[in-house]
């Protein structure tokens, strides 16, 4: 079996080992302890709070009893069901942003992902935005027995994009296909079973790319079901701010994007020598938010359910906040 590093072969490969021989030091991109804590939170989030996580002064928002404990079941116990009997929602999903698990089944929409990867059929595109509308819907109305659906509700994914809109100076909208101006998701369900393939979870980045105040990509979970044990958020506080970080230390950031077990041994190593990670263990209705260009990762759990809503946020200084799947 090929070694894990995913460097390219060749002139340009060994060029990037060579510098990383002589240069690479991942002690040093290792963030101020004043930016390495999470904001706790009760009841919801504000516009500075919001500021201190885009300008990377803190590394994650956790906003406990965001939604309330009793509707997070209710939702967290429909989606898991869902899952479950793999209806039309569900989606097994292995590779992309925000599946980094093949322990995860997409639920209660199909992430884009799926469907812009190369080789995807082109009438899975037409089918997402012929589908966003109704299915945006669908999770804020009860279901009724016989299949019909029931009184409208907020749901998670409603309250979390209109807070953001309301405490965000510049507002937050969801993201709109340029082609046909019809939304996308703003968000999809997570469902992962117990027993998990790994106990420790997945060390990953969503997005490969400088840290930027001007500039980032977030993830925020609403979670809904948890396991008795583990399940818990980790975040590792290891970041590039320029293409020169970056190269000098490639091999390390290729092993991100690798699922291969001796790829993850390896990069587990690797941090564990210069920095501990951050741990969030929300409860049913609490709230993250996290920026998705550090090195994170969901731990695994022997027995349960750990059920989320999930949405992707770009930001971007001086425009809208926009959420997507």
């Not at 509308?133 to 209109?162: A, C």
């Not at 291969?260 to 690797?270: G, H, K, N, P, Y």
């Not at 992707?312 to 906040?321: A, C, D, S, V």
Request: some cysteine.
């Amino acid at each position: 079996r090929p070694p894990p590093p995913m460097l390219p072969a060749g002139p340009l490969g060994g060029f990037l080992r060579l510098l990383e021989g002589r240069f690479g030091d991942l002690s040093t991109l290792v963030e101020p302890q004043s930016v390495r804590r999470v904001l706790e939170l009760e009841g919801g989030f504000q516009g500075e709070h919001l500021a201190q996580l885009v300008s990377h002064q803190v590394s994650a928002l956790h906003v406990r009893g965001f939604y309330p404990a009793g509707g997070a079941a209710e939702v967290g116990s429909r989606l898991s069901s869902e899952s479950a009997r793999g209806g039309d929602l569900s989606v097994d999903w292995t590779v992309g942003r925000g599946m980094e698990s093949t322990d995860v089944t997409a639920v209660g929409g199909m992430p884009f992902s799926l469907v812009s990867r190369p080789g995807a059929p082109p009438e899975l595109r037409d089918r997402y935005f012929a589908q966003s509308r109704e299915v945006i819907r669908s999770l804020r109305r009860r279901p009724r027995p016989g299949g019909e659906q029931g009184e409208v509700f907020l749901s998670p994914l409603d309250k979390l994009r209109l807070d953001l809109d309301e405490t965000w100076p510049d507002g937050a909208s969801v993201l709109k296909d340029s082609t046909t101006g019809k939304p996308f998701l703003p968000g999809v369900g997570r469902v992962t079973r117990g027993p998990t393939k790994s106990l420790e979870g997945f060390i990953h980045v969503d997005d490969l790319a400088p840290l930027k105040t001007r500039q980032g990509l977030f993830s925020a979970n609403v979670y809904l079901e948890m396991p008795p044990t583990g399940g818990s958020l980790f975040i590792w506080n290891v970041a590039f701010t320029n293409r020169w970080d970056f190269y000098r230390n490639a091999s390390f950031f290729s092993l991100m994007m690798n699922p291969d077990l001796e790829a993850q041994r390896e990069l587990r190593a690797a941090l564990s020598i210069v920095v501990e990670p951050l741990e969030i263990r929300p409860q049913p209705g609490d709230l993250t938010i996290i920026c998705v260009q550090r090195p994170h990762a969901v731990q695994g759990f022997p027995v349960g359910t750990r059920t989320s809503l999930q949405s992707f946020i770009t930001h971007e200084r001086g425009k809208p906040l926009v959420l997507d799947n």
